[in-house]
């Protein structure tokens, strides 16, 4: 029977093994590829020695107490080896799913061995905030082992000393037989079960001993749980919870203790009065909390919890890095004249007219020009260029393999021949050409500009945002490179990227890959290069998982390259007292803490990836460091012109921004009260209502003397929509991550984002202007509404986009809206509503012309429109509207004189 029990498991054993080998060595050659393959054997040796160290701890002394169980309750009929041998079974397999478990935690052990302290301490038991981070959860790790471990043994033990002892025995066929022993019949208690008592009462010491430290730890636990108004621990757990979470400590150890001496003392009831006085201390303390919350502590809320809310207010601040703040008086002036605007020149030719969502769709009308090419994204970035600081829209042509025809998808195209993008597009943000279009600084394959500071020496791009297969590179086969009228330009790698696909390396990817392919191709040669994880994210995450990434990364041009630019943070969530958010801007997981520590610059052509540190004092990236010393360097490293191009992220800017919204209260009273509470405002976005979005811009800060590039977000009180404030992170290298508030006036209206769509949709001229362009096959779409602080003023700009309600819309910047203080008005240009606003000129009269369709022709454009007011002018006829009817028949009249 054993012979046919291994001739099952040595090939299942061998088949298993040659898999992971595979896996091992596919991540090898590749980490090698890369040039971290000490980042990869120090995750993979840690791993493996907790691996081995809990799985054999496990096995040994599960295992062995199984064995003096066996030998306990065998008595007379001796030990059965088969059962014996199940048990071991069960041991290894317990063994080996704990031990794969730790193994999973490297990354807590090798941080709570490497961690580095804060230097600030927890309010209540004047711990470092490193005891949190680090420390602790390594100690709770270390716990669920040992709890999993003395449990299963006594689980284990008791089942095969009740076997042994009541003779239950194999047969030669591998049959359960039943033989029977003396027990239980005619047996005391004592009798059955005396034997095995001691090894009993010795698994239960460990097991209360055990969760005695588990309760001990559960106290500092309350420092970063909720349970009512105040986040961490408040009155009722510093009062009960905690205090009683330490006597629970104490009976579990004593109760240990207990079963330890049990032998010696002979007194079952101690054991038995000692079990009852911790389930009695359990539920005496769970209700005495209830109570104290509800009799005492919320009838008298805001006296009791004060302190607790201070530590809770400067715990956050912290957490998300918000302590230094600098937060100012805005006094809202309405006072700019025409020089002030010449003035502020750079803010004014730097507002952004197009939106990235239109503009996407335009570029992919204009620029892509072959199916199979994608913009995956469209950022938002800033040059000097001939000595002008312009801010731009910039977006990277990615291949997308998948969009070839039906017939050309195949082995070869899209692994061999398909295999990179072609150069990017960038545009000013302010500038557009005659038909509303936009201009372009970078534009065509290949890739051309009026400035050579923009030139690309190597437009392709291997590795980008798309969902981007393996490549092979350097075969027999030529690679597309792009298209040039009817005939396609082809061209072979020239970098260095990439696992040398010799023998070995070409059996293991063809096996990991499942493409034999990969093995019987011979457009492959020795020095062909297989290159993997191309999708940036997936590459950055892949070498070090322990960081938080960006859900949005963006492409430079700079040194005649193409480069990736991704934000990874370091989080977690316990930091002592810190309000934890959810968000998928930064990641699924809670969190109460984060930092922005590290910049990850990926090279578009040649996948070179490096990780920066920019912020130094972060005592988790400090602790990332030495575990990991030959992954990062410091930012000096990264060359001028790139860093140049570094910007506060999106998704942080988003959440320290809904922190500071209540978190600036920093009064406990007025925290309790929400009486100043902020929130981020709303906007329309085409005819949805939608939560406004930050975004960058180039302006003068109140008190500067030039312009620089920031990021930037308005506030509106809880439940109002009028502007309360303003919030703005520097981006520019020399003041990087300053940030500051501007507050404005509780007494004095400053409008905010709906306000301001409410006048525009309040305001006659505008409204109907928007809704004859919505008929007929067009649609109007209503951009970001931008809010530009002006000296002490504040300008708001609103594009307006019209497209085609078909297929193959192309999006047209239109019309600009410009608000000043009272005054509203929409221009074809953002000069010309200036000039209305500020220069007293003339507003134009607004003729609405819908979006040309295919087809159409000058005659049928003009009747459509005329159509459109005949009708609107006899509803107002119609209504009694004599005025509305007569100012219909005039613009009629003017596009008939016109024609």
Not at 593 to 603: A, E, G, L, P
Not at 609 to 616: A, F, K, L, S
Not at 829 to 842: D, K, M, P, S, Y
Request: aromatic share 14%; charged share 15%.
């Amino acid at each position: 029977m054993r012979l046919r029990k291994l001739l099952i498991f040595i090939p299942a054993a061998i088949i298993l093994l040659f898999f992971l080998l595979t896996d091992l060595l596919s991540d090898l050659f590749w980490y090698a590829s890369v040039g971290y393959t000490p980042v990869f054997l120090t995750i993979l040796i840690t791993s493996a020695a907790l691996f081995v160290i809990g799985t054999l701890l496990f096995f040994a002394f599960s295992y062995g107490n199984v064995i003096l169980a066996a030998r306990t309750g065998a008595g007379a009929f001796g030990v059965e080896k088969e059962i014996q041998y199940l048990g071991g079974i069960a041991c290894a397999v317990a063994a080996g799913i704990t031990g794969l478990s730790l193994s999973s935690s490297w990354e807590i052990i090798l941080a709570y061995l490497d961690q580095t302290p804060f230097q600030i301490l927890d309010p209540v038991f004047g711990l470092d905030i490193s005891f949190y981070i680090f420390s602790l959860p390594f100690y709770t790790i270390l716990i669920q082992y040992l709890l999993c471990l003395f449990v299963f043994t006594l689980i284990i033990s008791s089942v095969m000393y009740a076997v042994h002892r009541a003779g239950v025995r194999i047969d030669e066929y591998g049959v359960f037989q039943y033989i029977p022993g003396p027990f239980p019949f005619g047996l005391s208690w004592k009798d059955v079960f005396g034997r095995f008592l001691p090894q009993v009462n010795c698994l239960l010491f460990l097991i209360f001993t055990t969760l005695a430290a588990f309760f001990w730890l559960s106290r500092y636990s309350t420092l970063y749980t909720s349970k009512g108004t105040v986040m961490g621990a408040g009155y009722t757990d510093i009062t009960i919870t905690i205090p009683a979470l330490t006597i629970l400590t104490v009976i579990a150890f004593l109760i240990g203790l207990l079963f330890l001496l049990n032998e010696k003392i002979r007194r079952p009831e101690m054991i038995a009065y000692g079990i009852g006085g911790f389930f009695l201390i359990a539920i005496l303390s769970a209700g005495a909390g209830f109570l104290v919350q509800t009799l005492i502590v919320e009838p008298n809320e805001f006296n009791l919890e004060r302190t607790y809310l201070g530590y809770n207010i400067n715990s956050t601040l912290d957490g998300y890095n918000l302590a230094n703040v600098n937060a100012q008086d805005f006094p809202v002036l309405y006072n700019l004249s025409e020089t002030d605007i010449r003035n502020n020149n750079a803010t004014i030719s730097n507002i952004r007219l197009w939106d990235w969502r239109p503009m996407k769709t335009t570029l992919e009308q204009l620029q892509l020009f072959r199916t199979y090419y994608t913009f995956n994204d469209v950022d938002v970035d800033r040059y000097w260029l001939d000595g002008n600081y312009k801010q731009v829209h910039i977006s990277a042509r990615e291949m997308n393999s998948y969009n070839l025809p039906q017939q050309a998808q195949t082995w070869v195209n899209r692994y061999l021949v398909y295999t990179h993008g072609y150069g990017a597009v960038m545009s000013p943000v302010d500038r557009i050409t005659a038909n509303g279009l936009p201009e372009f600084f970078v534009k065509d394959i290949p890739p051309s500009s009026p400035f050579p500071s923009l030139s690309l020496d190597h437009p392709q791009i291997y590795y980008g945002e798309g969902d981007i297969p393996y490549c092979i590179t350097n075969t027999r086969t030529e690679e597309f490179d792009y298209p040039s009228g009817d005939e396609n330009i082809y061209s072979s790698y020239g970098g260095n990227a990439g696992v040398e696909l010799s023998l070995l390396p070409r059996l293991v990817y063809a096996i990991q890959l499942g493409s034999v392919e990969l093995l019987v191709s011979g457009s492959l040669t020795p020095d062909s290069k297989l290159h993997l994880y191309r999708n940036i994210l997936e590459r950055t995450s892949k070498i070090a998982p322990f960081l938080t990434y960006d859900s949005d990364p963006y492409v430079v041009m700079s040194d005649g390259k193409l480069s990736w630019i991704i934000d990874a943070y370091t989080t977690s969530d316990r930091y002592p007292y810190s309000e934890p958010v959810r968000t998928g801007e930064l990641s699924a997981k809670s969190m109460n803490y984060v930092r922005n520590s590290v910049k990850v610059i990926v090279d578009a052509y040649t996948g070179d990836i490096r990780y920066y540190i920019v912020d130094p004092d972060d005592p988790v990236i400090q602790t990332y460091e030495k575990m990991f010393p030959s992954l990062f360097r410091p930012v000096d490293d990264i060359p001028d012109d790139l860093r140049s191009h570094l910007r506060y992220p999106h998704g942080l800017f988003n959440i320290q921004a809904e922190i500071y919204g209540i978190y600036h209260m920093t009064d406990p009273r007025v925290f309790y009260n929400r009486e100043d509470a902020w929130v981020i405002p709303d906007e329309i976005y085409r005819k949805t209502q939608q939560r406004f979005e930050p975004y960058y811009v180039i302006m003068k800060l109140p008190g500067e003397e030039r312009e620089e590039f920031i990021l930037m977000l308005p506030f509106t009180p809880r439940n109002k929509q009028n502007l309360i404030g303003w919030m703005a992170v520097r981006c520019d290298p020399e003041r990087y991550g300053e940030m500051i508030v501007y507050q404005f006036s509780k007494q004095e209206l400053t409008y905010g984002p709906m306000q301001i769509e409410a006048r525009i949709d309040q305001d006659t001229d505008i409204s109907q202007s928007i809704t004859l362009w919505s008929q007929a096959g067009s649609s109007v779409v209503r951009g970001n509404t931008l809010i530009i602080p002006v000296e002490q003023s504040l300008l708001y700009v609103e594009p307006l986009y019209l497209e085609a309600t078909q297929k193959g819309t192309l999006p047209q910047l239109q019309r600009v809206i410009v608000s000043y203080g009272d005054k509203l008005t929409m221009q074809p240009t953002l000069n010309e509503a200036l000039q209305v606003i500020f220069g007293g000129r003339q507003a134009r009269q607004d003729i609405p012309k819908r979006v040309e369709q295919p087809g159409d022709d000058q005659s049928s454009s003009i009747l459509g429109q005329i159509s459109g007011l005949y009708k609107q002018a006899q509803q107002a006829l119609s209504s009694g509207s004599l005025g509305e009817y007569q100012r219909f028949v005039d613009r009629i009249g003017t596009l008939v004189s016109g024609y």
